[in-house]
Nanobody
Framework: QVQLVESGGGLVQAGGSLRLSCAAS????????MGWYRQAPGKERELVAT???????DYADSVKGRFTISRDNAKNTVYLQMNSLKPEDTAVYYC????????????WGQGTQVTVSS
């Protein structure tokens, strides 16, 4: 059973930084890609950033230039470095991993709250 455990959320002032971590229960090489999503109150869950098994990355336009996704294969962990945080970044952030070719399987963490005060 795949388990994803997020950590690193918290309360920060606008302009500050946080680093989120997502530790997987097994090798992250088994996943086609991993990523971070977020969901603000009253809004749909949205993609923030992804990183493939080959290291390719993609970002939502709203976070480009401020957020960086990375992975440490030895630690089976994916990170999201968030700089220049804005109040609109406030949300619950979820780690995601996907596996499969024809049928895609998604795995989710429990979420970590990020609150940015103005």
């Amino acid at each position: 059973q795949v388990q994803l455990v997020e950590s690193g959320g918290g309360l920060v002032q606008a302009g500050g930084s946080l680093r989120l971590s997502c530790a997987a229960s097994g090798s992250i090489f088994s996943f086609n890609a991993m990523g971070w999503y977020r969901q603000a109150p009253g809004k749909e869950r949205e993609l923030v950033a992804t990183i493939t098994s080959g290291g390719g990355t993609d970002y939502a336009d709203s976070v480009k230039g401020r957020f960086t996704i990375s992975r440490d294969n030895a630690k089976n962990t994916v990170y999201l470095q968030m700089n220049s945080l804005k109040p609109e970044d406030t949300a619950v952030y979820y780690c995601n991993a996907r596996r499969g070719v024809i049928t895609i399987y998604h795995y989710w963490g429990q979420g970590t709250q990020v609150t940015v005060s103005s």
